[in-house]
């Protein structure tokens, strides 16, 4: 088969042009720091890189909900802290009050203090956390404890609802605990205890101050404490949790690095090639390809 000038022009056109597409993606590499622009510069490479992105999008969000419920919690936590301290207060007025030696006049001092008490733990037990109130249960845009200004009865608005937030894929745990099973719990009931203790106060019933009440008070108090430790036991869940997705994720991070970045020193060699190769192919093209009938008219 007779070679023409024709068919060399395309053969060094064509091998240009394979070599300036090469160039091409070297350039693209380097100016973008991925090894892939597109998926059909590696369709098998493209997916694992999407698959990992996805997943630490993925752990992301679950590392946001995890340091919200962390909030969520430790704020209940500590707003049960100050309750602690609040019962604990209690009962050393429930203990001076059943003294017979107190007159009437100082047991109503006491009865004073104590209905501060009371409205101490409705504000605590009003404590919110990113605009919602941790003891509200699924109403938690309104305070949910108020007392009545007629008869000094404590009222709950909230529900009884738990929530729970995803903290991995099919993983929950509930981050609150309702304000009805915290503060009015049958078992140990914090208001009624506070509000029986301040009447008893006021009547100077010695008896029940030394009997019914102070049990009351110890029962609450016992609640409250054991209700810290569930919190605390969460609270220290999520801790472990986001340690081990924090590392997790900078696993995920670095394989997907490892995948998408590109290798400076091996790009920049690259590219050098590429654009070796590209300069000689036009240098030897224009070599071989002989010249026209126009070029000896010129």
């Known amino acids: ?14 091998n240009l042009n394979r070599n300036l597409k ?28 999407m698959r990992l992105q996805s997943m630490v999008h993925e752990q992301e969000k679950y590392h946001d909900n995890m340091k919200n419920a ?10 049960l802290a100050t309750v602690s301290d609040i ?15 107190m007159s009437d006049e100082d047991r109503k001092a006491l009865a004073a203090e104590v209905d501060e008490l009371i409205s101490e733990t409705i504000e605590v037990a009003n404590t919110s956390f990113d605009g919602r109130y941790v003891f509200g249960g699924f109403k938690s845009e309104e305070p949910p404890f108020s007392r009545d200004e007629v008869d000094g009865s404590i009222n709950y608005s909230g529900d009884s609802g738990k929530m729970e937030w995803e903290v991995a894929r099919g993983v929950t745990i509930p981050v609150n605990i309702p304000g009805d099973e915290l503060f009015q719990n049958g078992s140990g009931n914090v208001f009624d205890v506070l509000l029986q203790l301040k009447e008893a106060l006021e009547t100077s019933d010695q008896e029940a101050l030394s ?13 409250i404490l054991s209700q810290r430790a569930v ?10 949790a986001q340690d081990r997705a924090f590392i997790s994720n900078i696993n995920m991070t670095e394989m997907l690095s490892k995948l998408e ?19 000689a192919a036009l240098a030897t093209g224009a070599q071989v390809i002989q010249p026209t009938l126009l070029d000896y008219l010129r």
Request: glycine letters at 8%; charged letters at 20%; hydrophobic letters at 40%.
């Open 231 to 240: 919190l605390g036991a969460r609270s220290n869940r999520l801790e472990v």
């Open 87 to 101: 019962m604990n207060r209690a009962r050393e007025l429930a203990v001076y009050g059943a003294n017979g030696s």
């Open 1 to 14: 088969m007779r070679v023409t000038n024709g068919m060399i022009a395309d053969t060094v056109l064509r």
């Open 261 to 279: 970045d590109v290798d400076w020193a091996e790009a920049s060699m690259n590219f050098a090639t590429a654009a070796a190769v590209y300069n």
């Open 211 to 223: 009997g019914s009440v102070l049990e009351g008070v110890d029962a609450a108090s016992n609640l």
């Open 70 to 79: 962390q909030g969520y919690i430790d704020n209940a936590e500590s707003a």
């Open 22 to 49: 090469r160039l091409q993606k070297m350039q693209e590499q380097m100016s973008s720091g991925k090894t892939v622009s597109r998926p059909s510069d590696d369709p098998v490479n493209v997916a694992r890189i």
